[in-house]
């Protein structure tokens, strides 16, 4: 009995520190590509750009997406309710995968 406690208590640590370092990591990969997205639109004419296909990579958001469904799945194996970090990170890194696929779209019409 104590090692089931145990060990969901262990899944529980873990499903929290993974589902906040999803939120951390989600939330600074949104803003940084909001910022970038921001910047990179509106000088798609310029010649600085003409060169050369700039877009937004689209692997950070799919790093943070992985560990809040890492963190998701623990959470749901340790039957406490700390998924919602996870979920949270998920949903920023969604958002970010979105902007990078639409700023890949906007320079590759050119």
Known sequence: MSEHRLVSRAAWWLALLLGQASLLFGMMVALGWTLAFAL????????WL????????IEPPLIG???????????????QPVARFSVAGMIFSALSLA?????????STR
Do not use: E
């Open 65 to 79: 997406l992985a560990i809040g469904a890492i963190g998701f799945v623990v959470a749901r194996w340790s039957h």
């Open 40 to 47: 990179i639109l509106p000088q798609r004419g310029t010649p």
């Open 99 to 107: 902007i990078a696929f639409l700023s890949i779209a906007a320079c």
């Open 50 to 57: 003409a060169g050369q296909r700039l877009g937004l990579p």
